[in-house]
């Protein structure tokens, strides 16, 4: 089974690679940014029977540093052949 762990900072938390990230975008003439937010994805293929508190383990205890960190788990549909 596939599994991908969005992981982003918490709302208050300073950003300053997505404050870069903006400077830069408006550097370059794209208007209209309000925000930017830099955040990371973890793609695991786990069992089948990896069951969804097993992998809310694996991000409290190493994917993300629940401090500053939120993060959402999406079960990846496999795609057709």
């Known amino acids: 089974m596939k599994v991908r ?11 300053p690679q997505g404050r870069a990230v903006h400077h830069a975008l408006d550097g370059l ?5 309000e ?7 973890v ?3 786990v069992a089948d029977d990896t069951s969804d508190e097993t992998l809310k383990s694996m991000c409290d ?4 540093n629940t401090v500053i960190e939120d993060y ?3 079960h990846v549909e496999k795609e057709p052949a």
Request: a negative charge; charged letters at 25%.
């Open 29 to 33: 003439g794209f208007a209209g940014v």
């Open 35 to 41: 925000d930017v937010r830099i955040g990371r994805v």
């Open 72 to 74: 959402a788990i999406e």
């Open 43 to 45: 793609e695991l293929d």
């Open 5 to 15: 762990i969005l992981v982003s900072l918490k709302p208050g938390v300073l950003d």
């Open 61 to 64: 205890k190493l994917l993300a």
